[in-house]
Nanobody, 124 residues
Framework: QVLLVESGGGLVQPGASLRLSCAASGMPFSKMTMSWFRQAPGKEREFLAATSWLYGTTNYTNSVKGRFTIFRDNARNTVFLEMNGLKSEDTAVYYC?????????????????WGQGTPVTVSS
């Protein structure tokens, strides 16, 4: 059974940093492309970042490029999202997702497996 469990969300002030984690089980993690999405209230789910299992290729959406970093630890079956310079508009539920193909997808429909999400609130 595939399981993705996110953690690390919380309430932070603008400008703060957070590191989200997504622990995976029931899949060959080192051969999975892993991504982070988020969904703000009243908005559609948005692609943020992804890391392919092939060559470690990464991709980011423009709104988080330079502020967020995705990285993985294959020995721990975990993917991380390091978030710096958080803004109020980063407030959302953050989800990790996984897919077997090495190509990075930016659509929700590209991913077969999803976690339950971890909420991030950026507010003073």
């Amino acid at each position: 059974q595939v399981l993705l469990v996110e953690s690390g969300g919380g309430l932070v002030q603008p400008g703060a940093s957070l590191r989200l984690s997504c622990a995976a089980s029931g899949m060959p993690f080192s051969k999975m492309t892993m991504s982070w999405f988020r969904q703000a209230p009243g908005k559609e789910r948005e692609f943020l970042a992804a890391t392919s299992w092939l060559y470690g290729t990464t991709n980011y959406t423009n709104s988080v490029k330079g502020r967020f970093t995705i990285f993985r630890d294959n020995a721990r079956n975990t993917v991380f999202l390091e978030m710096n310079g958080l803004k109020s508009e980063d407030t959302a539920v953050y989800y990790c997702a996984a897919r077997r193909p090495s190509a990075i997808g930016a659509l929700s429909s590209d991913y077969s497996y999803w976690g339950q999400g971890t909420p991030v609130t950026v507010s003073s």
